[in-house]
């Protein structure tokens, strides 16, 4: 039995699509079930010449062979889900949980009519938040609800359960990041419900003694779109030198930039029991290690980096993403 949760350490957009599928293509999971919020959230792919952004879909999608799942716990816009679908070709092994709550337009006019979402959280105005609060009030529509759904209906933690006792290899994904949980979180400044990696496996249905392993997500440096404190935040000019801006996958807003955060790290790994870290975009801090596969490839002060981590954070480094190709990866799990 083995049963792999990946989580973000930081505010989101650490690069957990990346690992993801980086895990998915390598480990060849026999499900890859999706947790978290819902389409607030984008996980970016690239494989194979293609990039996907993906809100609904798991990113470890580009595994053939592996099964596709939405655990109750995620909000699913049909609209979103349909188009997704179509992108990805994975029709027929995709399958949603009865019990995933459905975004309604309503909810959307509710997130982006709100001065205080949208004006002052920053919400992505997806109909997240106002979702889960009609959910928490009983009254959210359901997917078994939806006639357009039922072709992708099953029970998920069934699935799920079912193929972690058989001893096949699942993988979790969650979404949004540490700091924007609703519990753990730099409040009110948030999400809309828990993101660390044991709400992830709540949303999937796994019981906390069925998990192997949680995998944190950090980038090399931190980011966050919307408001809230980003300790060390630089100057758009600033970060703009260092390479260090980016752009919302989903809602295309500027992301804020700071450098890694050693302090938000540590509390990560103990919010979420985190046993391996992943680090992304080493090689936008430094370019010589672009697109390297092997630790030796590693410039001084890269190693100096991920060790200088590892002390801080007291588990091991042991994938560094060095690219944003899937396979743009130093994978170390053999040495640790
Ligand atoms: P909401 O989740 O749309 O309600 O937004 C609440 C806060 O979380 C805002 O600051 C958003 O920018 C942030 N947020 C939500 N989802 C993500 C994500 O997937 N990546 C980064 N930030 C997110
Ligand atoms: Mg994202």
Redesign the pocket.
Request: glycine share 24%; charged share 5%.
């Given at each position: 039995m083995t049963c792999h949760v990946l989580v973000g350490g930081f505010?989101?957009?650490e690069g957990k699509g990346k690992i993801v599928s980086y895990l998915a293509i390598k480990d060849k999971p026999s499900v890859c079930v999706r947790a978290g919020?819902g389409t607030?959230?984008?996980h970016t792919v690239e494989y194979k010449g293609k990039t996907y952004k993906l809100r609904q879909i798991p990113s470890g999608f580009i595994q053939e062979k592996s099964k596709i799942l939405i655990g109750p716990g995620v909000l699913i816009n049909p609209d979103i889900l349909k188009k997704e679908v179509e992108e990805t070709g994975v029709g027929d092994r995709l399958k949603i949980d009865r019990q995933c709550a459905i975004i309604e337009e309503k909810h959307i006019e509710e997130d982006r009519g709100s001065s205080f979402?949208k004006g002052k959280?920053?919400?992505?105005g997806?109909g997240?938040?106002p979702c889960n609060a009609e959910r928490a009030m009983r009254r959210v529509k359901l997917a078994k609800d939806i006639p357009d759904l039922a072709h992708y209906i099953t029970d998920v933690p069934l699935e799920v359960n079912t193929a972690i006792n058989e001893g096949e290899h699942v993988l979790i994904e969650g979404?949004?990041g540490t700091f924007?949980s609703l519990y753990h979180g730099t409040y009110p400044?948030?999400?809309?419900k828990d993101t660390s990696a044991s709400q992830a496996c709540a949303d999937v249905g796994v019981g906390p003694t069925k998990v192997d392993e949680v995998f944190v997500v950090f980038k090399s440096f931190t980011t966050r779109?919307?408001?809230?404190v980003l300790p060390g935040e630089l100057s758009e000019e600033e970060a703009k030198k260092r390479g260090w801006f980016e752009t919302a996958t989903v809602t295309g807003r500027k992301r804020r930039a700071a450098p890694f955060n050693f302090e938000l790290a540590k509390r990560a790994v103990m919010l979420n029991g985190a046993t391996k870290a992943a680090i992304t975009k080493l090689d936008v801090i430094y370019p010589e290690c672009s697109g390297a596969r092997s630790i030796d490839k590693l410039p001084e002060e890269g190693l100096t980096f991920i060790r200088k981590v590892e002390e801080v954070i007291k588990i091991p480094v042991c994938l560094i993403g060095t690219g944003p190709g899937a396979l743009d990866m130093i994978d170390l799990r053999d040495e640790v």
């Open positions: 505010f989101g957009d919020v607030n959230a984008g979402l959280i920053g919400s992505t997806t997240c938040g979404t949004q924007l400044f948030v999400t809309s779109v919307g408001a809230g």
